[in-house]
C-alpha cells in the first residue's frame, strides 16, 4: 500500500482464501489502515498468480508466516471471547470472582437461598432445574436407596424445598 509500512497480516476465513493486512500511514504513525485481500493458493498451498495486491503483500509476508499469525489471531480472539464471556457472568452474577471472602461468598449463598423465588418466570425455573441436577450429582443422594426423598427432590417447587429434601436424603444416608 503506497504511503504505508506493512505492519502484519492473518487469513480471515476457513478456506484460506481472503487476508486481512494491517499498514501503518507513513506520515501518521497512530493512523492504521487495514485492507482486504483475496489471497491464492494453489492445490500445493503455494501462492498463485492474482491480484496486485496479494503479489505486494507476499513481498512483505510469506505463506508461512500467514499461516502461523492466523494461528497466533485466532488464538488471541478465542481469548478475548472467553474473557468476555466470564466477564458477563459476573456482572449477571452467574460466576462468583475468585477473590470473594468465605464472609462474602456466604452472604451471597445465603442470599441466594433465601431470595424471593415465584417458580412461574423462566429465570426462576433454569435455576431450580440446574440445582436439581447438582444436588443429584452428589454422591450421598445419587446412591441414596431412598426412592421417596429422591421422589420429593425432584417435584420440589422452589430451591429451599430442594435444599430441604437433599438436606433429609443427605441425614438419612449418614
Same mark, same amino acid.
Given at each position: ?123 426462576? +425455573? ?23 426423598? +429422591?421422589?420429593?427432590?425432584? +417435584? ?19
Amino acid at each position: 500500500m503506497r504511503g504505508h509500512t506493512f505492519v502484519t497480516a492473518h487469513f480471515t476465513n476457513n478456506e484460506r482464501t481472503t487476508v486481512e493486512s494491517f499498514w501503518r500511514d507513513e506520515k501518521d504513525e497512530d493512523i492504521i489502515r487495514t485492507e482486504i485481500i483475496e489471497a491464492a493458493i494453489d492445490v500445493n498451498g503455494l501462492p498463485a498468480d492474482s491480484s496486485p495486491q496479494w503479489k505486494e503483500l507476499l513481498n512483505h509476508i510469506d505463506i508461512d508466516t500467514l499461516h502461523s499469525n492466523t494461528a497466533k489471531h485466532i488464538a488471541a480472539m478465542d481469548e478475548a471471547y472467553q474473557l468476555d464471556v466470564i466477564r458477563i457472568a459476573k456482572e449477571r452474577g452467574l460466576l462468583l470472582d475468585e477473590g470473594l471472602s468465605d464472609q462474602d461468598l456466604f452472604q451471597k449463598i445465603i442470599g441466594f437461598l433465601f431470595s424471593e423465588f415465584k417458580g412461574d418466570n423462566r429465570e426462576d +425455573k433454569e435455576k431450580l432445574f440446574h440445582i436439581k441436577l447438582q444436588l443429584f450429582e452428589l454422591e450421598q443422594i445419587k446412591n441414596s436407596k431412598n426412592r421417596a426423598l +429422591k421422589a420429593e427432590l425432584r +417435584k420440589a417447587k422452589s430451591i429451599i424445598e430442594a435444599i430441604k429434601y437433599a438436606i433429609e436424603i443427605y441425614l438419612t444416608e449418614e
